[in-house]
């Protein structure tokens, strides 16, 4: 059964292009050019879910052409947030060509998350913080 959230992110899809990724095609969703990747929670518990998939559509706008997009439901988010060390849900996960850039946690106010898009098109792309191992974040909500 399709929840009014399962509903919204298939309009992500439908209206703005953001491809559904689960947690095994990650690499190959960021393998080409510069991609953000929407990392959810269940919005029961964070409601800043349901709100980063309506503002980051529009935000992506004053970047246009710039990023592929895409979006993985909950449970996978929580599976690509433990293997970047993602502590904090919503999330934004950059790549450059396979290659790390950035994340943001969590909403953002409008001038700060589009700043931070510009900020991932200019930052360098590299390794990832960490040394590889998967980290749980003790509540991935948004509190």
Known sequence: MSTPFDKQLERLN???AFQRIGSDAVDA???TGDSVLLLTDE???CPEA?????V???ALQTWPGRFH???ADPAASAAIAARFGIGRLPALLFQRDGAWVGTL???QEWAALVAALGDMLAAPSGRRPGIGIPVRAASSSCH
């Open 14 to 16: 439908e209206r703005h």
């Open 56 to 58: 980051l559509p529009e």
């Open 29 to 31: 969703f960021a393998a």
């Open 105 to 107: 946690e969590g909403m």
């Open 43 to 45: 919005p029961q518990a």
């Open 69 to 71: 997009a895409g979006v």
């Open 50 to 54: 349901w709100d980063m998939t309506l």
